[in-house]
């Protein structure tokens, strides 16, 4: 059940992929259709030599800058105060911690 079982090739054939032919015959290949021409007069191919647009402009790069600080900034808030929130915690159960020793501790001798 655990071992993986390999199937074995009754007829092994020595092709690696089979080849798929259709006797003789040239294969069949088809085509997308053309799109139908618009009836607008402006080139519909990009020039060769035309820089690629991002549509970032000087307001978007603000924007996202901006949104970037605020994302740093909140994230390190709640970090600090994740780390804020444990040594507060160890603190108290080290305050707690004296207090029940110190309860539990048998009381001194009185020698003299």
Do not use: D
């Amino acid at each position: 059940m655990f071992k993986p079982h390999v199937p074995t090739n009754p007829m092994p054939t020595g092709e690696i992929i089979p080849v798929i032919t259709t006797l003789g015959q040239p294969p069949t290949v088809h085509h997308a259709p053309p799109p139908a021409p618009c009836a607008c007069h402006h080139p519909h191919t990009a020039p060769a030599n035309a820089p690629a647009r991002t549509g970032m402009t000087p307001g978007t790069v603000i924007a996202l800058a901006a949104a970037g600080t605020v994302g740093v900034v909140v994230i390190g808030v709640v970090l600090v105060s994740m780390l804020l929130a444990v040594a507060i915690a160890g603190a108290s159960l080290a305050v707690v911690a004296l207090a029940l020793r110190s309860a539990l501790a048998p009381p001194p001798s009185k020698r003299r």
